[in-house]
């Protein structure tokens, strides 16, 4: 403290030895004032300026945030400094506020260890140090023997739950933090315990026998362990618990058949991502407060049973990803049963092995229903007649099945539907026009069915449309001008159809039109050039029509296009030289047209495996590699001349054979193309159905040889598709691992509906058997030849008698910066709804020939579909648990917690931190409290140099000393301005990081006068 404030302290205490009665108030006071000061002096960042009032001009009582007391006394009972962005360490000297009865301090960005003094604290009745960086042990708080509620969620603390709490707790809060070990028998001692709550940490062991001393406890969470064995049977005995959640850990055996006459209290049961098997127990039904029952993604067997529908008070009811069965009129008498729960608002049994008719009864279910997911099961039979009744569906899921017959005009009375999943089965009949009259639908899948006649034109009053597909039907007539006039459109896929006539040049009014597919139709005339409009366009797929004359030089436009085939058409003139200067462009199939003339050299000519050209006969010039003839000059004033030359052209006979075979290939597929569909799931005809076999050889027998990374749920290998043609990375799901068949179904309805540059592009997925009969799924991508970012930082190459890593420029990780941060904004920002990666790390940034890199692995997103939405989901799970990898997991990410973009944000700020470090966030030396943020913030800005990979301020040399120093004295300042943004993004509280678009905008400009200044 100050020399003057010593002074005063010691003349107070010094009057107060005299007349120690009088001023024991005073003394007090003046403990209280300066533990406080030292308090503040340990803050760092006041953003709020919350502690200016702490000064000598104003009483200790009227200091923001302090509290004291009116009885006889004015010592400090409670301090209330709750999400005031204060970053600093929590200071020792709280522990001499002898009186204090409430602390809070949560939502700030405190960090270092929690003080072993705030455990003298005798008084003290609540502490509340929640969503900050606290590292290290829990302290001992045997002697606060009042204390009620210790909350210390969603933290970095590690070691194990100390066993020596006080015995009045009430409530205990540890979510979110790197505790081990098991949870202790002694905790049952403090029988007053109403609420534990251990949710996502590293525990092991189970729930202790003795917890069935507590019997006032009313929550138990222990969600996102490593929780293992059987059901812990110390439950039973909790006749008061009202929530309990042991979802994503390793429990396993049967669910006790009793538990519902034992915990009659319940209203949330949340087991979902275990190991359980068996049957479903009926006694549920005696739980009769029950609101929300997850299962899912478990192994239950049997059927549904009856009783469930005595739960009136349900809202939830998820049991997807199981093994339930139904085959007859009794096995669905669950559904009848389920009318009497009036509340229920989500029912999903996907992912079951449900059979036959879906039974009428189905449209006894509550009024209230918003979910019905009955996707991807053997379901039969005409289309659900019983849906007609549930007027506040939002989202209906019957994709994956072997429904029949026409889909019902009535259908477009159901107002309130915002996606609507009826692909991948057997309707028939027209497309009812009175869809159109379902103003909230963003989500439409129609594809892979046997739809006929034509699109109606009223297709267009879908304003809020995002996606829609209809591929792989049988519709005709032309496509309606209406459908390019939805302001909202981002994806349409109208291809493997009949459709005919010209595409309307209204096509340029799509303006956030990012994937259209009207491949494999007939239609014909000029490509419109109003196309060069679609300003968002990135990938569009014209091939296999008719279309004739010249190719539009307005593509040339569309700066964002990734991949344009417009091959086996009748199109003629030249290459348009524009695009060649489409810089992100990464495929370009032109093959089997008319066109002749010379073939451009520069943007992507220059990659020949990334163009297709062949069966343009009259094509000379180009690139080297492609071994055309040269282009030869004609005389402008003879035209006898000029066709005399181009009757002397010699066609190799290689082309006159490959455009044979090539022509005799595409009547084939024309033939088969009605037939040979995808079955599951819903993918776009960019390349041909896949088998089991094809994948087999493509792989060498999926050999060790070709195999390129494991993941949890998956193996990747490397294969050559097509006759070599295509080399491709093939993702093969483990499905016997609980959670793979999630991942797979999450994945691919997440891949299909998204389309941008910077994501690894799916070509097409199997859903097919082993040899010995066991289910076989698996994703095809685009093979990335440089790998994924992990492996650019941290794999080293043998030189000699040296090993070293890969060179890495700052100019090239600006640029992976930028790709990430764009696929991250598009995923957040301008996809359908919001889309959650939930699992950014190196790993899952893959990189091509380019180095442009392309985010990864959708296995673990979630979804919010609407902007109106309160929760994320995924297209076929209403509650999964958020996973990730430890070190780039957002603090606030949580099982069955609220899910955010701003958990990507944290993320991408880990990786950017890493990147320019070059230390993975797991690295042994953040240990003790340390991290990788904490690092980067005590040695910025000053020591920065000292702590970043050494090799990016090695990269400026030049003759001149001075002219070297400058260069790298702006490497410099580029490095403070990209590890700003990293602490940004990862700032403890969700709502204190930036948002990807802020990101993206200005690693934009970090990367601009980089490049500018180099």
Known sequence: MKATETGRFLLVLMACIVHAVTCSTSLGDQTDRLSLLEFKKAITIDPQQTLASWNDGTHVCNWEGVVCGKRGHHRVTDLDLGNRGL???????????????????????????????????????????????????????????????????????????????????????????????????SLANVTTLVGFDCNDNGIEGNIPDAFAKLSGLQTLLASGNNLAGSFPRAILNLSTLVGLFLAGNRLSGEVPPDIGNSLRSLQTLAIDDNFFHGHIPSSLANASDLEQIDLSNNSFTGVVPTSIGKLRKLLLLNLELNKLEARNKQD????????????????????????????????????????????????????????VNLRSLMRLALAGNQFTGEVPEWLGTLNSLQMMALNSNSFTGFIPPSISNLSRLSYLYLDINKFEGHLPASIGNLQNLQTCNFSNNLIHGGVPKEMFGIPTITEMDLSVNNLSGQLTYEVGNAKALIYLSLSSNKLSGHIPNTIGSCENLQYIELQENSFRGSIPTTLGNISTLQALNLSHNNLTGSI???????????????????????????????????????GNPGLCGGPLELHLLACRVMPINSSKQKNSMVQKVVIPLSCIVSLAIAITAMVVRRGKQKRNLISFPSFHSRFPKVSYNDLARATQGFSTSNLIGKGSYSSVYKGELFQGRVVVAIKVFRLETMGAQRSFIVECNALQSMRHRNLVPILTACSSIYSNGNDFKALVYKFMPQGDLHDLLYSTRCDGNTSTRSQITMAQRLSILVDVA?????????????????????????????????????????????????????????????KGTIGYVAPESATGGAVSSAVDVYSFGIVLLEIFLRRRPTDDMFNGGLNIIKFVEMNFPDMIPRIIDPELLEEQHDSSQETSLAMKEKSLECLLSVLSIGLLCTKASSNERIRMQEVAARLHGIKKAYSSEN
Not at 590 to 611: D, M, W
Request: glycine residues 8%; hydrophobic residues 40%; contains cysteine.
């Open 87 to 185: 970053v600093g360490h929590i200071s020792p000297w709280l522990g001499n506020l002898t009186f204090l009865k409430h602390m809070s301090l949560g939502t700030n960005r405190f960090s270092g260890e929690i003080p072993a003094s705030l455990g003298r604290l005798h008084r003290l009745q609540t502490l509340f140090l929640s969503n900050n960086t606290l590292h290290g042990a829990i302290p001992t708080f045997q002697n606060c023997s009042k204390l009620e509620k210790l909350f210390l969620n969603h933290n970095n603390l590690t070691g194990e739950i100390p066993d020596d709490l006080p015995l009045g707790l009430q409530k205990l809060e540890l979510r979110d933090n790197n505790l081990s070990g098991t949870i202790p028998s």
């Open 332 to 387: 669905w008498e669950f559904v009848y049963s389920l009318g009497n729960c009036s509340k229920l608002q989500i029912l999903s049994v996907g992912a079951n092995q449900l059979q036959g008719h879906v039974p009428t009864s189905l449209g006894n279910l509550s009024v209230e229903l918003q979910a019905l997911f009955l996707d991807y099961n053997q379901l039969s039979g005409g289309f659900p007649s019983g849906i």
């Open 822 to 882: 764009d696929a991250l904004e598009y995923l957040h920002h301008s996809n359908q709804g919001t889309v959650v990666h939930c699992d950014l790390k190196p790993s899952n940034i893959l990189l091509d020939d380019n180095m442009t890199a392309h985010v990864g692995d959708f296995g673990l997103a979630r979804f919010k579909f609407n902007s109106a939405a309160s929760s994320f989901a995924d297209p076929v799970s209403t509650s999964a648990a958020i």
């Open 576 to 614: 348009p030289m524009s695009l060649s200067n489409l810089q992100y462009l990464e495929e370009l199939d032109l093959s089997f047209n008319n066109i002749s003339g010379e073939v451009p050299t520069k943007g992507i000519f220059s990659n020949v495996t990334a163009i297709r050209i062949d």
